[in-house]
């Protein structure tokens, strides 16, 4: 039998008949690069998603505990890295063993960089500092206190190169012992420290306690109970420029702002007369640019 082969030429075909086999080859070739087009589409989306869930994740809540996303005074006690991940738990804290509430170390290592400190498990227990650092403490950027500590001994947090801020709650407990002091050189040669914010119970400030602190600018008791203050408290703070003060202080040390040049203003919540009244040692403005006290009920010029 003789074998018959019909040869169609590509010519001889309708270019827009569907049973053209050319034109089903370039459908389908059509067809797989468009599914390829969407599933690269859709991989890009599911893969960028997946990322920023992942970025998220370790910006918000990366791990138990998690990074400041709901306030340093809520976050759980120990130490966190430059970007506020939870590094160590509240045992780099030591306490003494004859005094729960005394703090008398703090564990560190270079990469912790931000350390919120333990709360009370009892109302009634005064907690207080009387720490040393031991490890590297190079990298401590910002200290938290997020519950009352009536005492911050000589020098707890001192010399400390990268100290940017530091914040004390104004968390209060029921003892009747619930009046803050910040001892002799508490936060003194921190180059810097920037910003702080103090503790509505802060009633003494202790001598030369911010001494060489050459980055403050500012410094507001004016919210605190502050009444005493210790000879030279700020001492050296050469960008210094104002400082706002309650009306319950009472006196105004020697050397109080020796050479704080750039100090201009004082804010004094009280009365002119409450000012006046005043004691005040020889040399306490020494040093300072000091212009103005700008009182309740108006401002005195010196």
């Not at 034109?23 to 599933?39: C, D, E, F, N, P």
């Not at 319950?248 to 020697?254: C, D, G, I, T, V």
């Not at 005043?278 to 040399?283: A, D, N, P, R, S």
């Amino acid at each position: 039998m003789e074998n018959k082969t019909k040869v169609i030429s590509a010519e001889s075909l309708d270019p827009h008949d569907p049973k053209n086999p050319l034109l089903q080859i370039k459908m389908r070739h059509r067809t797989y690069w468009i599914v390829g087009a969407i599933s690269l589409v859709l991989t890009g989306t599911i893969v960028t998603a997946v990322l920023g869930a992942v970025f998220l994740q370790n910006r918000v809540s990366a791990r138990a505990p998690s990074q400041f996303a709901y306030g340093w005074n809520q976050s759980p006690s120990g130490s966190y890295d430059t970007n506020r991940q939870f590094r160590k738990d509240t045992s780099i804290y030591t306490f003494s063993p004859n005094d729960s509430g005394l703090l008398t170390n703090i564990a560190v290592e270079k990469e912790d960089a931000y350390l919120v400190f333990p709360k009370s498990n009892d109302q009634k227990t005064a907690l207080r500092v009387h720490s040393s650092f031991t490890g590297d403490a190079s990298g401590i950027e910002g200290i938290y206190l997020p519950t009352l500590y009536t005492e911050v001994a000589a020098s707890s947090f001192s010399g400390l190169s990268s100290l940017k801020e530091i914040h004390f709650s104004s968390e209060t407990n029921t003892n009747q012992s619930n009046l803050q002091s910040l001892q002799d050189y508490a936060l003194s040669d921190n180059p810097a420290l920037s910003s702080v914010t103090f503790a509505s119970s802060l009633s003494t400030l202790g001598a030369y306690a911010f001494t060489n602190d050459i980055s403050l600018t500012v410094l507001d008791f004016s919210k605190t109970s502050l009444r005493s203050l210790g000879e030279g408290a700020f001492s050296h703070c050469t960008s210094l420029e104002s400082v706002s003060f309650p009306s319950s202080l009472l006196s105004l040390p020697k050397n109080l702002f020796q050479d704080d040049a750039k100090l201009t203003t004082i804010y004094f919540s009280g009365s002119k007369e409450t000012w006046s009244a005043l004691t005040k040692e020889e040399g306490w403005n020494e040093g300072t640019s000091l212009t103005q006290i700008v009182c309740q009920n108006g401002t005195l010029t010196l």
